[in-house]
């Protein structure tokens, strides 16, 4: 007898909501999760958001999350980018997306970790087994099924085991799934902006040669900044006291928005790309950054990550009632299928994004900012560019990322 039809390793934000689509659907779930409970339930504005495509919040409506997050949430109406250097101001050609041209309204909403965290673990209750302030240290397949020996003792039986522990997963590691990948030589300096002027929804992103700036409205007069810089530079910024700190931000910034201040705390995150070779192995199924790990140019790690969710539910759902075995070969192989193409092709077009706009040969920036001018004045180009950023351009469309049930 199992303890679960599936143990999910990892509790951030793809496990429980991977947890909560499955149990929806009758089946029995449980997520083992390292940190203690309320490790992100907390009420105060730390700064971290997401930037969630339209797929993404329908699936979060689908899982009768989305009522109680939409009046924290901010709709991104716009969006702006841009090359150019510190300083120096606008590029003369850029790139303008309006939610106003695309019949979903919308291009994505941004969401404190906050609320969405809070959301996922109170949705949890009574539905999902679990099991906070511990984590997976071991794993056996025997039996027709696979044990998971916890870091309190506990040993838990399940049919199928979900790595959604990121991108040092220990489930993908001891299945023998290697990865690949490398360094991008950036950090990531993340902070929340208070600013006189409103952002009117407009999301702005510029390219600079040390690494991509990007500028994400949230509620109210505030804005996430999402600064890649290298190593070094980054290292020397997150040194900086807070006052330092604006002073180097603002020639980046801009002054658009009028006076800046920081509304929240600093984080700074090295950045590199890692893909997993395999997403599925024996009784063992990968998601989000446990499965690809990516560059955060146009916020797309978390949604890439939902989609793995939706994918992996609805094969399993789907299997489940025929009556198959949701772990075995078979079914695991419909996972990988539907969304290893998807999910590789992406982070490699975001690392090739990357280091085009990295490079400082005046040619190729010539180059770009014409290519971003074209994109700009041809509407069928906007509007694909603009549902490949909603997550609407994935073929087949799961069903919770259309906001249906399973």
Same mark, same amino acid.
């Given at each position: ?15 429980p909501a991977l947890a909560l689509a499955l149990a929806g659907a009758g089946l029995r779930v449980a997520v083992v999760d390292p ?16 930037? =969630? $495509?339209?797929?993404?919040?329908? =699936?979060? *409506? ?5 009522? +109680?997050? $939409? ?5 991104? /109406?716009?969006? *702006? ?24 309204g919308p291009v994505g909403f941004m969401l404190e970790d906050r609320f969405l965290y809070r959301a996922l673990l109170a949705a949890?209750?009574? *539905? ?68 006189? /002027? ?36 980054? %290292? ?12 180097? =931000? /603002? ?26 070779? /395999? ?34 539910? !609805? ?6 009632? %025929? +009556? ?5 070969? =078979?079914?695991? !192989? ?20 990357? %280091? ?20 700009? $004045? ?29």
């Open positions: 007898m199992s303890d679960a039809d599936v143990l999910i390793a990892g509790g951030g934000l793809n496990g940190r203690p409970a309320d490790a992100r339930a907390g009420g105060n504005f730390d700064g971290r958001a997401y930037a =969630l $495509a339209v797929a993404s919040q329908r =699936l979060l *409506k689908a899982l009768g999350l989305w009522a +109680g997050l $939409a009046g924290d949430s901010q709709p991104i /109406r716009q969006v *702006k980018a841009s090359q150019g250097r510190p300083g120096e101001g606008a590029a003369p050609f850029f790139l303008h997306f309006d939610s106003a041209e695309i019949e979903e949890m209750a009574g *539905k999902v087994r679990h099991l906070p302030g511990v984590s997976v240290v071991d794993q056996q397949v025997a039996g027709g099924g696979i044990e998971a020996v916890l870091s309190d003792g506990r040993r838990l039986r399940a049919r199928l085991l979900v790595g959604a522990d990121g991108r040092g997963s220990g489930v993908a590691a001891r299945a023998g799934i290697r990865r690949r990948g490398w360094d991008y030589g950036q950090t990531a300096l993340v902070a929340a902006i208070a600013h006189e /002027r409103p952002h009117d929804g407009i999301a702005q992103q510029y390219f600079m040669e040390t690494g991509p700036l990007a500028i994400l409205p949230l509620p109210g007069n505030r804005s996430s900044v999402v600064w890649s810089e290298t190593h070094d530079n980054a %290292r020397a910024i997150a040194a900086l006291a807070d006052d330092a700190f604006l002073d180097v =931000l /603002r020639p980046r910034f801009g002054d658009y928005l009028g006076r800046i201040e920081l509304a929240g705390a600093r984080f700074a995150y090295p950045l590199s790309l890692s893909l997993a070779d /395999r997403y599925v192995a024996d009784r063992v199924a990968l998601v989000g950054d446990a499965a690809h790990g990516v560059h955060p140019i146009a916020g797309q790690g978390l949604n890439l990550g939902l989609r793995d969710v939706a994918a992996l539910a !609805e094969v399993l759902v789907d299997a489940a009632r %025929r +009556g198959e075995d949701i772990g075995s070969d =078979l079914v695991l !192989e419909r996972y990988q299928g539907w969304r290893r193409f998807d999910a590789t092709t992406l982070a490699l077009g975001m690392d090739g994004v990357n %280091r085009i706009f990295a490079s400082g040969n005046p040619v190729l920036a010539a180059a770009r900012g014409i290519g971003m001018g074209i994109v700009s $004045a041809v509407p069928a180009l906007r509007r694909g560019f603009m549902r490949q950023a909603a997550g609407l351009s994935v073929d087949p469309m799961p069903r919770l990322l259309l906001g249906r049930a399973l």
